[in-house]
């Protein structure tokens, strides 16, 4: 079932159920989030876009919907940080062990803290990156945040 990507065996040591879904990765799209929604034809609040982010000197991962922009000051309110910015591609890249466009906040290579967009809840389930680009896997919004540990906050 699973495509072997470290988040599909994460899914599956946690006992979790999810839903593979694939599409034709885009790598010029200009929003890979709705990208991947429109790919898959599908309410682009429901495609959650994973970002990694640095709220102080502190690498965190932040889920939102793909069609929703992230506040850096609300992220690092979040986070307890003066302030918050996103991480270069390269150092978001070594953190999680995925390439962009394929980052996923499940199996990544150092454990840093979540933060979910507390509108992705309001979904029985939530479709994200499952761990390399064109994958996506499908799962209940509460087990999402149950597994990350996520804290859920209004990002956006």
Do not use: W
């Amino acid at each position: 079932m699973a495509k072997g990507t470290p988040a599909t065996q994460a899914l599956q040591k946690a006992g979790v159920a999810f839903t593979l879904h694939e599409y034709d990765y885009d790598p010029n799209a200009a929003r890979i989030g709705l990208q991947a929604a429109e790919a898959l034809g599908l309410d682009p609040s429901r495609v959650l876009k994973t970002l990694m982010a640095r709220a102080d000197r502190e690498p965190v991962c932040v889920v939102v919907p793909s069609d929703r922009e992230v506040s850096l000051k609300r992220l690092a309110a979040a986070a307890g940080a003066k302030h918050a910015e996103m991480l270069p591609p390269a150092e978001a890249e070594r953190i999680t062990g995925y390439h962009v466009g394929g980052i996923s906040p499940f199996g990544q290579r150092k454990r840093v803290r979540v933060f979910v967009e507390q509108e992705a809840t309001a979904h029985a389930t939530v479709v994200l990156n499952g761990g390399r680009r064109g994958l996506q896997v499908e799962i209940s919004a509460a087990d999402l945040v149950a597994l990350l540990g996520a804290a859920v906050v209004s990002l956006a």
